[in-house]
């Protein structure tokens, strides 16, 4: 069982910055990506960036040159640092993390934290 939970979102101005943390807890359980999706009130949930172990991070074009993803993979982190964010970035952020169960190396796992509202207005 995989539990995440995120941290680091609130309002800011356009322009600004916010750094987003993610942390996975648990046992029995190895990850192989982890990443951060966003959805805004009517639309659907959307990539924002992911990275995978051995592998470089994968962005959402609309945030490319502005957002930077990390991971920590030994202690099971990952970051988002937003800069120069606008109006339209406004959204809720989810965590999500892709592994397998290590007593059941078969049984993939896909979790999802609870969310945190980033919101960029003036």
């Known amino acids: 069982q995989v539990q995440l939970v995120e941290s680091g979102g609130g309002l800011v101005q356009p322009g600004g910055s916010l750094r987003l943390s993610c942390a996975a807890s648990?046992?029995?359980?190895?990850?192989?990506?982890m990443g951060w999706y966003r959805q805004a009130p009517g639309k659907e949930r959307e990539l924002v960036a992911r990275i995978a172990i051995g592998q470089g991070p994968v962005y959402a074009d609309s945030v490319k040159g502005r957002f930077t993803i990390s991971r920590d993979n030994t202690k099971n982190t990952v970051d988002l640092q937003m800069n120069s964010l606008k109006p339209e970035d406004t959204a809720v952020y989810y965590c999500n993390a892709r592994g397998v169960r290590l007593t059941i190396p078969t049984n993939e796992l896909n979790s999802w934290g609870q969310g945190t509202q980033v919101t960029v207005s003036s």
């Open positions: 648990g046992t029995m359980f190895r990850l192989n990506a």
